[in-house]
């Protein structure tokens, strides 16, 4: 929170984030006390592209306001890739895969309900994209 790798003598002049491929989806998922300019409680980001063949190619899941930094769900994004979008309703989602998460105990809400909307959110995201 509020650091960064940047070293003193260096300047950020751009940041590149890479076109997804043409068949992909998208959501962003929010839980706080309104729907914008506030701190959430959890949050997710995810991204799917198909390949030709109709299956997820890739998929990327973050959740952020429950670490220091937003981060992946490496397990159920492997857990996604080969599958179809109707296949993708079936993956599971564990509260194993979010222990790597470190959410804190704020006025917003405790550590172990941002841990639970984390779950949930990254399960909703899964069934937005499959949709």
């Not at 940041?15 to 914008?36: C, N, Q």
């Not at 670490?67 to 397990?75: F, K, Q, W, Y």
């Not at 194993?96 to 172990?112: G, Q």
Request: a positive charge.
């Amino acid at each position: 929170n509020r650091r960064t790798v940047r070293r003193p003598d260096e300047l950020v002049t751009a940041i590149l984030v890479p076109m997804p491929a043409t068949d992909s989806r998208a959501t962003f998922l929010k839980l706080g006390a309104r729907a914008y300019l506030v701190i959430s409680i959890a949050m997710v980001a995810a991204v799917i592209e198909l390949g030709s063949d109709g299956r997820i190619a890739s998929a990327r899941l973050v959740v952020g306001a429950c670490s220091e930094v937003p981060m992946r769900v490496p397990a159920v994004e492997a857990r996604l890739v080969g599958r179809t979008l109707a296949e993708a309703m079936d993956v599971t989602v564990d509260p194993a895969d979010v222990a790597h998460l470190t959410p804190i105990d704020d006025v917003r809400a405790p550590a172990t309900y941002r841990r639970e909307a984390a779950l949930v959110l990254v399960r909703r995201a899964i069934a937005e994209l499959a949709r």
